[in-house]
DNA sequence: TATAAATTTTAGCTTGCACTAAATTTTGTC
DNA sequence: GACAAAATTTAGTGCAAGCTAAAATTTATA
């Protein structure tokens, strides 16, 4: 029984595919890579390096989980890793985090402007960071010079 | 070959394993029982029914994933469903899309108040409006109500 | 009313992301 | 340096959500 070897027809209909789905990634994976980023680049900058068992703690997921994350960001050129050894970010993997972070910090410091508790806000920005368009992180960056604490 | 029977520890292992995915679906999941059910409650208010093309035309995913989507939610208890008929919400259902919606106008204008144009507000709120905890959205109806437009 | 068109449902496939258990490798200690 | 402990990786499983293609059913029309 041979027919091992994938005819032209099925290639043609999972590139198809392939191109449908990733429209669909985009949308709910771009906010779990930004997440690993961002926690992989505090971990770095704060411990020195950043550790899937660290990640996997910070998360609350299993090592498991963070091994296969880890595997599709470097398969996205976003961290590199060698075998049994700790993670690094890409230069596209640390502006992601870059990125993240200072728009993270606009939500949180807007929410608390704004009379959201800090403990409230650290965690609603968590959830925000991911959905704010570039309009409205400008807003919320003039909204928080414009007339601080009177 | 017998053992079709699930052993007891094999039972004990699914539930546990049940268990934690509990945890897990939670995340993503409830915003997309959110996104259908405030559509589903759009269309019935407008075009005085919903129907599932309408809802895959919308949300741009095809009709089999309309489908899937709206077996689970009934699964949840949230809509029912007459084979080949349209779509009605349960009691549930519809006080999930109301809280929704009210949380979307919401977080929508107070971005409009913020100075953000009203197409941005309305997309960047269709992402924010499933993050928003308690405490932030009454922070948000309290600056909407004090000191409007001048 | 018979047939065509539209809609819904089913079947089968893929990826993402979660888990447990076990294997592999590195690190730490005696 | 040998051995135990810690960490990483692999293997195997499940569900969500997306797709295409085709079957089933309802709706519309000639």
């Known amino acids: ?10 290639l043609r209909e999972a590139t198809r595919q392939a191109r449908s789905f990733e429209r669909v990634r985009q949308a709910h ?14 971990l770095i900058d ?4 950043a550790r899937a068992v660290d990640l996997a703690e910070r998360l609350g997921v299993t090592n ?6 880890l595997n599709r960001l470097a398969r996205d050129g976003l961290v ?3 075998r049994y ?22 939500v949180r410091d807007a929410l608390i402007k704004l009379g959201v508790d ?8 968590e959830g925000i ?5 570039a309009r409205t992180l400008a807003a919320l960056r003039e909204f928080l010079e414009g007339a601080g604490t009177p």
Chains 1, 2 share one sequence.
């Open 1 to 10: 029984m041979p027919a091992k070897r994938p005819s032209p027809t099925v």
């Open 29 to 42: 994976q771009r906010e779990v890579a930004e997440d690993y980023v961002e926690l992989i680049a505090d």
């Open 46 to 49: 704060v411990t020195g390096e």
């Open 64 to 69: 498991a989980t963070v091994n296969a994350a």
């Open 80 to 82: 590199t890793r060698q």
């Open 85 to 106: 050894r700790s993670i690094f970010l890409t230069t596209e993997g640390r502006r992601l985090a870059e990125e993240s972070r200072a728009r993270h910090r606009i």
């Open 118 to 125: 800090s403990e409230t806000a650290e965690i609603d920005a």
């Open 129 to 133: 960071e991911h959905h704010i368009s």
